[in-house]
């Protein structure tokens, strides 16, 4: 026996009436860096070894650097998903969690945009 009204069951909603759309996200980032992970692992041991000069000649290729902009901003938003998930939860105070989630949001933002200033820094060569 279900709760749920059939309009409901129809719709998919669940008790916050927002649908799958967060899970969605948590996967859909999840797919989008297993590869991009394995890129990067392969690309980090075979510059093992390598100069300062190297390193920085591999990351200003506009592919490369294309890459790891899209790995930091995808690793960010995960982690951002993931974090919420978990405040929400687990924080049971509003303020708190209110608090906490704005805090998750503004790390992993700024700390995405200083990845992708770095990258875009040695791309230019500024």
Not at 18 to 38: C, D, K, M, Y
Not at 56 to 64: E, K, L
Not at 99 to 123: F, Q, R
Request: a neutral charge.
């Amino acid at each position: 026996m279900s709760l749920r009204s059939p309009f409901g069951r129809v719709k998919g909603l669940g008790a916050a009436h927002e649908g799958v759309h967060h899970w969605w996200a948590q996967r859909l980032s999840a797919l989008a860096l297993i590869p991009l992970t394995v890129w990067f692992v392969v690309s980090l041991v075979s510059l093992s070894g390598a100069d300062y000069a190297t390193v920085r000649a591999w990351m200003g290729s506009p592919v490369v650097a294309g890459l790891l902009i899209l790995l930091i901003v995808t690793v960010f938003y995960h982690a951002a998903l993931g974090l919420q998930v978990v405040i929400e939860d687990y924080v049971h105070t509003e303020a708190t969690k209110i608090a906490a989630l704005l805090a998750v949001k503004a790390a992993a933002a700024v700390l995405a945009l200083s990845g992708v200033l770095a990258v875009l820094d040695v791309l230019f060569g500024a």
